[in-house]
Nanobody
Framework: QVQLVESGGGSVQPGGSLRLSCAIS????????MGWYRQAGGNQRELIAR???????DYADSVKDRFTISRDNAKNTAYLQMEGLKPEDTAVYYC????????????????WGQGTQVIVSS
């Protein structure tokens, strides 16, 4: 059974940093691409960063040069390092495993976790 747990969210001031983690079990982690998504208010969940199984990365324009996605195959964990946080980054953050191209359409092979809340406010 595939299980996925996001963690690391919290409340920070603008300009602050957070590191999110996504631990996944029940799949052969290293063959999957991983994506980080976020959902704010009543908006749709959007992909903000993805990393292929060989380390290729891609970012949404809104987070480019501020966020960094990475993965540790030995720990079955993906990370999202967030720097220079802005109030508009406030959202619930989710991760998902799947095909690199399909992640951009919100199609994931893993079940959605509960997410981790990030609040950026002064």
């Amino acid at each position: 059974q595939v299980q996925l747990v996001e963690s690391g969210g919290g409340s920070v001031q603008p300009g602050g940093s957070l590191r999110l983690s996504c631990a996944i079990s029940g799949i052969f982690f290293r063959v999957y691409a991983m994506g980080w998504y976020r959902q704010a208010g009543g908006n749709q969940r959007e992909l903000i960063a993805r990393i292929s199984n060989d380390g290729t990365t891609d970012y949404a324009d809104s987070v480019k040069d501020r966020f960094t996605i990475s993965r540790d195959n030995a720990k079955n964990t993906a990370y999202l390092q967030m720097e220079g946080l802005k109030p508009e980054d406030t959202a619930v953050y989710y991760c998902g495993a799947g095909n690199y191209a399909s992640l951009a359409r919100g199609v994931v092979a893993s079940p959605w976790g509960q997410g981790t809340q990030v609040i950026v406010s002064s």
